[in-house]
T-cell receptor, first 116, second 114 residues
């Protein structure tokens, strides 16, 4: 089954304790992206990757890191989480940018992060 | 300023009526536009894609129009049902630093009353 898998689904942590949210896709997509969603602010892009070893900042990259060592994986790293990073996070992948007529985004099920 | 605008107020309609949601964009000419549905706490799910050279696209009870002159897309759900209640997002391929990346509006909440 084609899917984007995010883990964990829920995460509670404390300020300053490094954490990683994993994201994996099984569709051989080149494009992957991380979003955070907060009430009233919609989906805001954190980082995106057009291909392996290629990553770019989105609209709200501060406090986050990503890596794209393999095509299927795109982990989101919070080196020193702060309470303002409490949010619902989504990973997505797509054939975006390839000219494929079906360039829709596939989203993971989300990670609800609470930083105390 | 916001690149993509969707009505922030929830749209309340009666079951069986047609729901119409709006997506406006500024200072840009996207090659295509997409609509997604999002249920609370879940990831968005793709519904329809319409290209700049297409005026209208249909899928079952869904219809999307794309007016590049007005810089506007309309999303219609005919014969709406309570199960259609969700937030609907539009997304454009926005030019950024030499690439085109998907950028979302904030979404409009649709509530269908039985």
């Amino acid at each position: 089954e084609a899917q984007v898998t995010q883990n964990p689904r829920y995460l509670i942590t404390v300020t300053g304790k490094k954490l990683t949210v994993t994201c994996s896709q099984n569709m051989n997509h080149e494009y992957m992206s991380w979003y955070r969603q907060d009430p009233g602010l919609g989906l805001r892009q954190i980082y995106y990757s057009m291909n392996v070893e290629v990553t770019d900042k989105g609209d709200v990259p501060e406090g986050y890191k990503v890596s794209r060592k393999e095509k299927r994986n795109f982990p989101l790293i919070l080196e020193s989480p702060s309470p303002n990073q409490t949010s619902l996070y989504f990973c997505a992948s797509s054939l975006w940018g390839t000219g494929d007529p079906n360039e829709k985004l596939f989203f993971g099920s989300g990670t609800q992060l609470s930083v105390l | 300023s916001q690149k993509i605008e969707q009505n922030s107020e929830a749209l309340n309609i009666q079951e069986g009526k047609t729901a119409t949601l709006t997506c406006n964009y500024t200072n840009y000419s996207p090659a295509y536009l997409q609509w997604y549905r999002q249920d609370p706490g879940r990831g968005p799910v793709f519904l329809l894609l319409i290209r700049e050279n297409e005026k209208e696209k249909r899928k079952e009870r869904l219809k999307v129009t794309f007016d590049t002159t007005l810089k506007q897309s309309l999303f219609h759900i005919t014969a709406s049902q309570p199960a259609d209640s969700a937030t609907y997002l539009c997304a454009l391929d926005w030019a950024s630093g030499g690439s085109y990346i998907p950028t979302f509006g904030r979404g409009t909440s649709l509530i269908v009353h039985p």
